[in-house]
């Protein structure tokens, strides 16, 4: 099966710009969410969604950071006007919705560079 | 709200040497614990997981790690490493349940260095 697809890989952009990355989730994942790895820390939930809703987006800076998932498929998380701390490693995971099978499988991520 | 604490930071190790990676977590409900392992601009691979049963937990290329309650803790392990194992490998924890169930919470990471 296929996994989880995210782009792009890489981005640079100057700070006060905007951005936006792309998430696929693996086919059938009800549970789908967004981190910020930042270098040299584990990474950080930003927000969850189930299906086409949000679960828990108590940890987003939403003055400028802002995540859809509108057909609880794939979703985007934009950041405007993007920071120089936010540098760092975007990673999307996503989850079937059978708790027994409490796996989060995780894509290769974005690295955003803010200059 | 559950914390992880990974004990090092690094771990540099000589092949075919034996590894201990520490992890410590605090919570006031119950958890079950992960353990990820990221390889250079990679994702993050999942190793091995507790949920509930034996806490002897055999993961993926050899490791298995070891859940202690009374301890709080969640060491990895692995007898003998190769040059294949260098990596940071992160602790985790999610509640059992309720709202945000699923939300992983991680430990710092700890990389893992072999030498020949």
């Known amino acids: 099966e296929a996994g989880v697809a995210q782009s792009p890989r890489y981005k640079i952009i100057e700070k006060r710009q905007s951005v936006a990355f792309w998430c696929n989730p693996i086919?059938?994942?009800?549970?789908l969410y967004w981190y910020q790895q930042i270098l040299g820390q584990g990474p950080k939930l930003l927000i969850q969604?189930?299906?086409?809703?949000?679960?828990?987006d108590s940890q987003l800076p939403k003055d400028r950071f802002s995540a859809e998932r509108l057909k609880g498929v794939d979703s985007t998380l934009k950041i405007q006007p993007a920071k120089l701390e936010d540098s760092a490693v975007y990673l999307c995971?996503?989850?079937?919705?059978?708790?027994?099978?409490?796996?989060?499988?995780f894509g290769a991520g974005t690295r955003l560079s803010v200059l | 709200a559950q914390s992880v604490t990974q004990l090092d930071s690094q771990v540099p190790v000589f092949e075919e040497a034996p590894v201990e990676l520490r992890c410590n977590y605090s919570s006031s409900v119950s958890v079950y614990l992960f353990w990820y392992v990221q390889y250079p601009n990679q994702g993050l691979q999942l190793l091995l997981k507790y949920l509930s049963g034996s806490t002897l937990v055999k993961g993926i290329n050899g490791f298995e790690a070891e859940f202690n309650k009374s301890q709080t803790s969640f060491h990895l392990r692995k007898p003998s490493v190769h040059i294949s194992d260098t990596a940071e490998y992160f602790c985790?924890?999610?509640?059992?349940?309720?709202?945000?169930?699923?939300?992983?919470?991680f430990g710092q990471g700890t990389i893992l260095t072999v030498h020949p």
């Open positions: 985790a924890v999610t509640k059992t349940g309720g709202t945000s169930y699923g939300k992983l919470t």
């Open positions: 969604f189930q299906n086409n809703g949000v679960v828990d």
């Open positions: 995971a996503s989850r079937p919705l059978d708790i027994a099978k409490n796996i989060q499988y």
């Open positions: 086919s059938g994942h009800a549970t």
